[in-house]
């Protein structure tokens, strides 16, 4: 009987861990507080490719946007999408999802072809939640050692938001849009 109610306790730790963040693929659930319908204005910059240093995150071209999105309580969400040629995350850590913020970090590491051995990305999304506005702040960061004749490469993205809800309401009135949550889609467009 003790080792069944053990064996239980141990499910529901591990359950609750994954509903915070999920270490293998960097998924959240989202809480209640966060649930509803958001009008979002969105900036993205993105920083020149550099062959020698990384560049510094925020300063290059920006893009702004604005649309309406949808989050609904107990759904589950990734917060950042895999760029091409990449298929899993190789670790993430972070608190996951509060009623009031989210802190996720996720990063991969892989050897590539002859030419770029070593890969690293880094990603990374801070967000904050006070009554009917949120702030997000989201960076991916890739760095590619390469081996002469090749050369390496350094590329960062940084999206900040405000996002301002305007119905507590989640009937799917507004399509979700699950990788405007912090992903860096564009990117990869």
């Known amino acids: ?3 069944r109610i053990a064996f239980f306790a141990a499910i529901v730790a591990t359950t609750l861990c994954v509903t915070a963040a999920n270490a293998a693929d960097g998924t959240v659930i989202v809480p209640a507080a966060w649930a ?10 993105t920083s020149p490719t550099s062959p020698t240093n990384p560049p510094a995150c925020g300063s ?3 893009t702004t ?7 609904c309580a107990g759904d589950t969400m990734r917060v950042f999408y895999y760029p091409p040629g990449v298929s899993f995350f190789s670790a993430c850590s972070g608190p996951g999802f509060t009623d009031t ?3 996720l970090h996720c990063e991969h590491y892989a050897l590539g072809p002859s030419c770029s051995p070593y890969t690293y ?3 990374d999304a801070v967000w904050s939640l006070s ?17 002469y004749p090749c050369v390496s490469r350094y590329d960062c993205t940084q999206t900040t938001s405000t996002r301002t809800r305007v119905s507590d309401r989640c009937d799917f ?5 699950w990788a405007s949550w912090g992903s860096l889609k564009l990117l990869y467009r």
């Open 60 to 62: 290059g071209s920006v």
């Open 36 to 45: 509803g319908i958001w009008d979002v204005t969105e900036q993205t910059t």
């Open 65 to 71: 946007r604005s649309y309406r999105d949808t989050l």
């Open 173 to 177: 009135v507004v399509p979700v849009r």
């Open 131 to 147: 009554g009917d506005v949120a702030t997000t702040s989201a960076r991916y960061l890739r760095s590619e050692s390469a081996t």
């Open 1 to 3: 009987m003790h080792a």
């Open 101 to 103: 913020a989210l802190q």
């Open 121 to 123: 990305i880094d990603w």
